[in-house]
């Protein structure tokens, strides 16, 4: 099982997911231990909390990716697809890595929603 384990998300650019120093902060980077996430399970819902002790959270705005304690919007729902998963969020759209630079964001479709989950 992958829960309550260290996972670093790779996206289809090669780099990490990653929790920077700023306020609410979600970006991507090559490297650097904000790129470590802890999985929290709860069937297929999940939560992934950063070194911060904050989680990965799908705020009400469009598109929007940011940190934050507690909130509905801090669960995702993991679709397996083989290799590669999938987080969806309470708003329908998926964890998304566009292609301008660092980008996080959410979208509906799209290539830049695989990822793949590394175990640390």
């Known amino acids: 099982s992958l829960c309550v384990h260290y996972v670093m998300p790779s996206s289809w650019k090669g780099d990490y997911l990653h929790r920077p120093d700023s306020a609410q902060g979600v970006t ?8 470590e996430w802890t999985l929290e399970c709860n069937g297929d819902k999940v939560m ?34 083989g290799a590669v998963v999938r987080l969806k969020s309470w708003k ?10 660092q ?8 290539v830049g929603n695989d990822w793949v989950l590394e175990v640390k």
Do not use: C, F, I
């Not at 991507?28 to 790129?35: D, I, R």
């Not at 329908?92 to 630079?101: I, K, M």
């Open 28 to 35: 991507s980077w090559n490297t650097g231990a904000g790129n």
């Open 92 to 101: 329908g759209d998926y964890l998304h890595r566009p292609d301008q630079p």
């Open 103 to 110: 980008g996080v964001t959410s979208w509906g479709e799209g």
């Open 48 to 81: 992934l909390k950063s070194w911060k002790g904050d989680y990965l959270h799908r705020p009400d705005q469009p598109q929007g990716v940011t940190t934050w304690n507690t909130g509905a919007g801090n669960v995702w729902m993991l679709e397996r697809k």
